[in-house]
């Protein structure tokens, strides 16, 4: 089973904070603001993007999935606010309605246990706005496109890739317990720190050349 599949039978069957997007211009404007091509969608079909700010940092990472009325976009519980409001900034002259139901409830131990074995990334944990590199996610592969045109963080997301450049950290899955906040040591010397840790296993953001754990998310 693929990681985008997998994250939508488990990450997505628990709470989420949820926008609904409506409007003639719904499709021509959520194409322009994510990195992800939302074109030729059918109703029912979902895709996963990232959402950047203009300097290129990630705001969130969304599942996006096309209804019969227009939209919906879903993300961590939490991170609606921003989203809508990232979205909100650049909704100018266009027919666009939007309207945010946040998540009221708390993830499962058992969602969450399987989420840090996989090494899916959270908003608040992993994902931290406005300073999160995309690079550092491990979700290039399906969250973003590139042939679509432009959106706002595509420059530093293009730099990298054709310069082959990997961001400075990466995510990694240890088989261990350990706590968050913590530094990963190896040898003595710090080279990361443990982010999120559940089920007996850790997500930590260590640095690109550390030879520990798995890298993440975990097919």
């Not at 939209?71 to 921003?82: L, Q, R």
Request: charged share 20%; glycine share 10%.
């Amino acid at each position: 089973m693929g990681v985008v599949q997998w994250a939508e039978n488990v990450v997505c069957s628990g709470p989420r904070d949820v926008i609904s997007v409506t409007g003639a211009d719904a499709e021509r404007y959520l194409h322009s603001q994510f990195a992800q091509d939302l074109t030729g969608m059918t109703p029912g079909e979902s895709r996963w993007s990232l959402l950047l700010e203009p300097d290129g940092k990630v705001v969130a990472l969304c599942r996006i999935v096309r209804s019969d009325e227009g939209f919906t976009i879903d993300s961590d519980p939490t991170s609606g606010d921003v989203v809508h409001a990232r979205l909100r900034r650049f909704l100018l002259r266009v027919d666009v309605s939007m309207e945010l139901t946040s998540s009221a409830s708390s993830v499962a131990d058992d969602v969450e246990a399987e989420r840090v074995a996989r090494g899916w990334p959270r908003h608040g944990a992993e994902i931290i706005p406005a300073e999160t590199l995309p690079a550092e996610l491990g979700v290039i592969s399906f969250a973003v496109s590139f042939t679509k045109g432009c959106y706002p963080g595509q420059e530093l997301v293009e730099r990298m890739d054709a310069r082959g450049a990997s961001a400075p950290f990466h995510l990694v899955v240890i088989d261990q317990a350990m706590t968050v906040g913590s530094d990963v040591v190896i040898d003595g010397a710090s080279v990361g720190t443990v982010t999120s840790s559940a089920g007996g296993y850790t997500i930590a953001r260590v640095r690109r050349a550390a030879t520990v754990g798995t890298a993440a998310p975990i097919h």
